[in-house]
T-cell receptor
Framework: DAGVIQSPRHEVTEMGQEVTLRCKPISGHDYLFWYRQTMMRGLELLIYFNNNVPIDDSGMPEDRFSAKMPNASFSTLKIQPSEPRDSAVYFCASSPAGSNYGYTFGSGTRLTVV | DQQVKQNSPSLSVQEGRISILNCDYTNSMFDYFLWYKKYPAEGPTFLIS?????DKNEDGRFTVFLNKSAKHLSLHIVPSQPGDSAVYFCAATRPEYGNKLVFGAGTILRVKS
C-alpha cells in the first residue's frame, strides 16, 4: 500500500494565481480530510468527505477555497485567487469508517504564495 | 475557539530522561483521544490513543494518562531518545463527529544527546 499520496510536494505561486492541490487516499478508506498546518494554529481541519460526499466544510476559510472528491480515489483542494496568507503546509488524510487508530496522513504540500 | 490546547510550544529534554507533553481540552463530550508524531517533511503518524473509559494506556516507552475531571491528558516518553525529537499533536473526538479529529497546535520535542 503506497499510503496517502499528495501532489505536488512543493508549490510556489504568485499572489492571485489559482492553486490546485491533489490527493489520492488509501483504497477502501471511507473518509478523506484536508488539513492545513500553520505555526499559529497547528493542524486545522478545512473540510472532510465521507464516501465522496462533503460532510463538514466549516473550516474552509473563505470562498476562495473549494474542494472536490469526484470519486473514491481522488480529491482536489483549490485556492483561487491565492494570497500570501494562504502559505502553509496542506495535508490530506484518509481513514476507514469506525477506525480507532485515526488517520493516515500524506506527506503534505508546502504552499508558498509570494 | 480552540477545543484542544497544547500550551507548551516546545520542550527540551536530555536523552534518557522522561518527556512529558501536556494537552488540555474544553469539550467534556470528547470520548477518545490520540497522539500523533510528526517529523519534518512528513505527515503526522499515529502514536497512541486512549478511550475516556480508561485513565492510562501504555505502549512500550509511551504512556498516555487521562484525567477527565481536569480535562487533561499527558504523554510520557521514558526513556527519551534523540529519535523522539519531533512535533507531537494531541487530538480528540466524540461519537457525533464520526471520524473527525480536532487537533491541538502541537509541541516541538527536542531530545538532546
Amino acid at each position: 500500500d503506497a499510503g496517502v499520496i499528495q501532489s505536488p510536494r512543493h508549490e510556489v505561486t504568485e499572489m492571485g494565481q489559482e492553486v490546485t492541490l491533489r490527493c489520492k487516499p488509501i483504497s477502501g478508506h471511507d473518509y478523506l480530510f484536508w488539513y492545513r498546518q500553520t505555526m499559529m494554529r497547528g493542524l486545522e481541519l478545512l473540510i472532510y468527505f465521507n464516501n465522496n460526499v462533503p460532510i463538514d466544510d466549516s473550516g474552509m476559510p473563505e470562498d476562495r477555497f473549494s474542494a472536490k472528491m469526484p470519486n473514491a480515489s481522488f480529491s482536489t483542494l483549490k485556492i483561487q485567487p491565492s494570497e500570501p496568507r494562504d502559505s502553509a503546509v496542506y495535508f490530506c488524510a484518509s481513514s476507514p469508517a469506525g477506525s480507532n487508530y485515526g488517520y493516515t496522513f500524506g506527506s503534505g504540500t508546502r504552499l508558498t504564495v509570494v | 475557539d480552540q477545543q484542544v490546547k497544547q500550551n507548551s510550544p516546545s520542550l527540551s529534554v536530555q536523552e534518557g530522561r522522561i518527556s512529558i507533553l501536556n494537552c488540555d481540552y474544553t469539550n467534556s463530550m470528547f470520548d477518545y483521544f490520540l497522539w500523533y508524531k510528526k517529523y519534518p517533511a512528513e505527515g503526522p503518524t499515529f502514536l497512541i490513543s486512549i478511550s475516556s473509559i480508561k485513565d492510562k494506556n501504555e505502549d512500550g516507552r509511551f504512556t498516555v494518562f487521562l484525567n477527565k475531571s481536569a480535562k487533561h491528558l499527558s504523554l510520557h516518553i521514558v526513556p527519551s531518545q534523540p529519535g523522539d525529537s519531533a512535533v507531537y499533536f494531541c487530538a480528540a473526538t466524540r461519537p457525533e463527529y464520526g471520524n473527525k479529529l480536532v487537533f491541538g497546535a502541537g509541541t516541538i520535542l527536542r531530545v538532546k544527546s
